[in-house]
Each structure stands twice: as structure tokens, then as C-alpha cells.
């Protein structure tokens, strides 16, 4: 390797696990760079989790290779877990309830001299807003304070990588987007290397650098947020991030017939082919009085900056959704609707 290529932080190699006869983990293959923060997203049971674990060396791979920072560490050889330079928030924090806030985040620097441990303490303490709490038991504390306590004792012993699990799922809304925020800021400042599980999308979006999509062990998609949201390459990684109203419809010259009338897409296509079109819902604009198609209003979800109207077009079986942010009136019973082309996605069976 060229010494000045600075290698990446971590570099699985086609790594596989199996519990049985299910992969858990099949056939991975991901490098992650230095100060990168990457979002790994997917429903429960993908494999995100246990890929995590692997990375920790609390879980064994059963083919491949594991490299951070250049160094191999799963595969022929096998460093362990404390060796790592891994720090590890955990979904339920796990925090000792026998030791106040300073003890819980001293824990991990044992082999630290005494005065250089309690000056990173104070200036982590200090950092995430907890420096009031350094006397103060687990149990007393709210879940955003835990959280914040969990973290610093990952951070303590500067690990090369800070690997976090479903770590902000446990609080309530309002709190869990101060925290998160929050705390990426403070990853982003000190230019640590993340590794997020989470199952939300829109966690994983606004988090990440990058997102990766986990589906029965593999990747579906790795790219940026943009990426996985604007261009996802199948329908199973659209539908994770948006929901869409799908119609079927066929190719003719430019633009789709469907059973709603024709809808502009420029696609390479052979004339006649058929598709399926997914279609946002923040892409149907709405009007009392101008648009393409009739819809009847069947239900009104009120959302605070948007609505969300429930369709009756005829031709279709199920309602079709739209989010508005237009004031209708309340006594409208009938709107015109147009589809924007931008916010259509196509897909070939």
C-alpha cells in the first residue's frame, strides 16, 4: 500500500454470518472513511445490528475480512474487542447504576492516569452539558441525560470509531431530534468516525453522510441522503424512505397511459412496455379550481404544516394520497389535482 494513502477506517470484505440456516450478514462488502458518519437503516432483522457487532468483535464473522484503520482484525487474525479502538452506545445505554455520571465515564479509562482521566471527563462533561450531573446516579437522570452520559464514556477513551445503536430510540420525539442534533454536532467537531443503526428513515437521512440500506443481510443501497431519497434503484429502497401512491402503466412515446389519464416521464422505454409508477404524494398538487384530473375528497389529515388528503379518482380502487400545504377550504368536497413529473419514479417489473 502506498504510504500516503491513508487507509479507511473500516473496510469489510465480503463479510458473511449465519445463525442457521438464515444469513444474518451475507456477502458485505463497505469501506467507511475517516470522520465519516454513515447512517446503517433497514427494518428489524436486516442485519444491521449484528454487522455492528461484528465490527465491535462481539460477534464472529463466518467468511471474509475486517480492517480498521488498515489493520485486520477479523478474519485470518482476531484482535479483541478492548483492542479495537472502538467505542460502543448501546440502545438501553447500559450504564452501571452503582457508579454516579464521573464514575460511569472513568470506567473506560482505567489505564489513564488518574488527573489526565478526570480532565477528559470535565471536558466531555463539559462539552455535552452534563458537567452539573457528574455526582448524579443513573437512575436519576432523564433519557436524554443517560444518553449523553453513554456517550461520553464511548468518547472517553478517544476511540478511532464510535459505533451507536438505535441509541436515541428510547426518547420522546421532541427530545430525540435536540439530542441527535446535538450530538452530531459534537461528533462532527471532533471529526469521529460513526457508524448509526437506526430503523428510522428519516434518521438515517438526516444524520448520515452516507445511508446503507440492509435487506435480509445485504445492502440494497449505499449513497448519499440524496441519493438513496432521489434516485433509489429498486422499489423496495423507494418505498423505505417515502410513501408513494403506484400506479401500473405503459409506455407511449414520452410520456405513461394509466388509468388516470396520461403522465409525462422521459424513461427509455420500448413503446408498450409496462411499469409501475410511484408517486409521491408531495408531488400531486392540489387546487379548487385548476388541474389535470378530478378527485374527491374522502378524508382530510391535518398535520400542522401540511395536509394530508385522501383522493377518490375514478379508475382507481384504493384512494390516492396527496400532501398540500394550500388552505382549502373546509366545505370543499372536489379539487383538481396535476402530477408534477419530477416527483414520479419509474420501475420496470
Not at 473500516?10 to 456477502?27: C, K, P, Q
Not at 465491535?56 to 464473522?61: F, L, Q, R
Not at 479495537?84 to 448501546?90: L, N, Q
Not at 428519516?202 to 448519499?224: F, N, P
Request: with cysteine; charged share 25%; hydrophobic share 40%.
Amino acid at each position: 500500500m502506498d504510504a500516503r494513502v491513508t487507509p479507511a477506517a473500516v473496510r469489510l470484505e465480503n463479510i458473511s454470518r449465519r445463525f442457521g440456516a438464515a444469513a444474518a450478514v451475507d456477502n458485505v462488502l463497505l469501506e467507511i472513511a475517516r470522520g465519516e458518519i454513515v447512517s446503517l437503516v433497514g427494518r428489524s432483522g436486516c442485519g444491521k445490528s449484528t454487522l455492528l457487532r461484528i465490527i465491535a468483535g462481539v460477534e464472529s464473522i463466518d467468511a471474509g475480512r475486517v480492517c480498521l484503520g488498515g489493520t485486520e482484525v477479523d478474519g485470518r487474525h482476531f484482535v479483541e474487542p478492548e483492542l479495537r479502538g472502538v467505542g460502543f452506545v448501546f440502545q438501553d445505554y447500559a450504564l452501571f447504576p452503582h457508579l454516579c455520571v464521573r464514575d460511569n465515564i472513568l470506567f473506560g479509562l482505567k489505564s489513564s492516569q488518574r488527573a489526565a482521566a478526570i480532565g477528559r471527563v470535565e471536558d466531555l462533561t463539559r462539552r455535552l452539558g452534563i458537567a452539573h450531573l457528574a455526582d448524579r446516579f443513573p437512575h436519576t437522570l432523564s433519557g436524554g441525560e443517560q444518553q449523553r452520559v453513554a456517550l461520553a464514556r464511548a468518547l472517553a477513551p478517544k476511540p478511532g470509531i464510535v459505533l451507536m445503536d438505535e441509541p436515541f430510540s428510547n426518547l420522546d420525539q421532541g427530545l430525540r431530534e435536540r439530542v441527535r442534533a446535538e450530538t452530531v454536532a459534537l461528533l462532527r467537531s471532533l471529526n469521529a468516525t460513526v457508524i448509526m443503526v437506526t430503523h428510522d428513515p428519516q434518521e438515517a437521512l438526516s444524520t448520515g453522510d452516507r445511508v446503507v440500506l440492509m435487506r435480509d443481510g445485504a445492502i440494497v443501497q449505499c449513497g448519499s441522503p440524496y441519493d438513496l431519497y432521489d434516485r433509489p434503484v429498486n422499489a423496495y429502497a423507494a418505498e423505505f424512505f417515502s410513501t408513494f401512491n403506484k400506479l401500473v402503466g405503459i409506455c407511449r412515446d414520452g410520456r405513461i397511459d394509466t388509468v388516470i389519464g396520461g403522465i409525462a416521464q422521459g424513461i427509455e422505454a420500448e413503446p408498450g412496455a409496462k411499469v409501475t409508477l410511484y408517486i409521491r404524494p408531495q408531488a400531486v398538487s392540489v387546487s379548487p379550481d385548476h388541474g389535470d384530473r378530478l378527485a374527491r375528497i374522502e378524508r382530510r389529515i391535518f398535520l400542522g404544516d401540511t395536509e394530508q388528503l385522501l383522493l377518490h379518482i375514478d379508475g382507481l380502487e384504493t384512494p390516492f394520497i396527496a400532501s398540500t400545504r394550500e388552505r382549502l377550504p373546509r366545505t370543499a368536497e372536489f379539487v383538481k389535482i396535476t402530477i408534477r413529473p419530477e416527483g414520479v419514479l419509474v420501475f420496470q417489473p
